[in-house]
């Protein structure tokens, strides 16, 4: 049973920093990508950023420049960098990995973000 467990949301100035940990348990032999999304209130959920098992990363043009998505595969953790915070960032932020083996996609329950002006 794959498990993601999300921490390091928070109250943030904007302009300040926050690093989201996301640990990965169970077993997974195979997956495409690993990423964040987020979610603010009344939107819908949306892409953040994404790294692939080769270590590619994507990023939603709206934090390009400003986050960082990492992935320490001896922790089975993967980190979102966030630095320069802007008010709409504020959100749910969810970890996510899709997987070839075992097959679906994993979602944790995610950590609020919250940016004041």
């Known amino acids: 049973q794959v498990q993601l467990v999300e921490s390091g949301g928070g109250l943030v100035q904007a302009g300040g920093s926050l690093r989201l940990s996301c640990a990965v348990s169970?077993?997974?032999?195979?997956?495409?990508?690993m990423g964040w999304y987020r979610q603010a209130p009344g939107k819908q959920r949306e892409l953040v950023a994404t790294?692939?098992?080769?270590?590619?990363?994507n990023y939603a043009d709206s934090v390009k420049g400003r986050f960082t998505i990492s992935r320490d595969n001896a922790k089975n953790t993967v980190y979102l960098q966030m630095n320069s915070l802007k008010p709409e960032d504020t959100a749910d932020y969810y970890c996510?990995?899709?997987?070839?083996?075992?097959?679906?996609?994993?979602w944790g329950r995610g950590t609020q973000v919250t940016v004041s002006a």
């Open positions: 996510t990995v899709n997987c070839l083996i075992p097959f679906g996609q994993f």
């Open positions: 169970g077993s997974i032999f195979r997956f495409n990508f």
């Open positions: 790294i692939t098992s080769g270590s590619t990363t």
